[in-house]
């Protein structure tokens, strides 16, 4: 009776889509082993390359008509690695170290968010609303980890007291962040064939200015911002959920 499995010879990938994830992965393992030889500014540049090229595969896919469900599984094998265990690790290495088990413990609960944020994402794919993650994207996560690390050695700010604190802080909240219930916007909404405004070409160019002038401030800033713009998202709504009616006029 033949099998019904395809020959271990017969079997096939899309090259393209894969290679860009196979680099993300790579730079995830980078940053790794950078943070362990505390080099810690290129682990955290190595994170942000990571971004970057997982930005890239899938769209690379879609433009290639390569999409397969190997490449699904395999970016978020490589996402696991390069925004969730590669950014724990950087920050444990370079300040959460010093609270001793606090420390790995706050690097592991991050850690951990990253795997069921991949998992809670994997099993939403179709069903949830396309304009909206729920809980905050690892990528993002990992990018204000990495943020802090390449800010404080890029201008100075390593050895600053408590710095250790900020870094611990940060840690958990994008741990935390990861598994919450907040929605955040997934910028799907737009579309760059789309008409804009001639002042959105003047504001472009000066975000490209400011990120080509500071790139570590500026990514770490629009990544932060992000990350407490569901939360603010939130509150918003909460507080127009609770302001009473305004009394109807009598007749």
Known sequence: MPSSRTPLARQSIYLLPNLFTLAALFAGFYAIVQAMNLNFELAA?????????????????????SQSAFGAEFDSLSDMVSFGVAPALVAYEWQLRSFGKLGWMIAFIYCAGAALRLARFNTML??????????????????????????????????????????????????????????????????????????????????????????????????????????????????????????????
């Open 45 to 65: 540049e190595a994170i942000f390359v990571a971004m970057v090229l997982d930005g890239l595969d899938g769209r690379v896919a879609r433009i290639t008509h």
């Open 126 to 251: 179709g069903s949830a609303d396309k304009r909206w993650f729920t809980g905050l994207p690892s990528p993002a996560a990992a990018a204000v980890v990495a943020g802090l690390v390449w800010v404080c050695h890029a201008y100075g700010y390593a050895e600053l007291a408590h710095i250790n604190l900020v870094a611990l802080l940060l840690t958990a909240l994008a741990g935390i962040s990861m598994v919450t219930n907040v929605r955040f916007w997934s910028f799907k909404e737009l579309h760059v064939r789309r008409k804009v405004p001639f002042f959105a070409l003047l504001l472009l160019l000066l975000a490209i200015l400011l990120l080509v002038s500071t790139p570590p401030l500026v990514m770490f800033a629009f990544f932060l911002c992000y990350s407490l713009s569901g939360y603010i998202g939130a509150l918003v709504s909460l507080l127009r959920r609770r302001r009473p009616a305004a009394p109807s006029e009598p007749l």
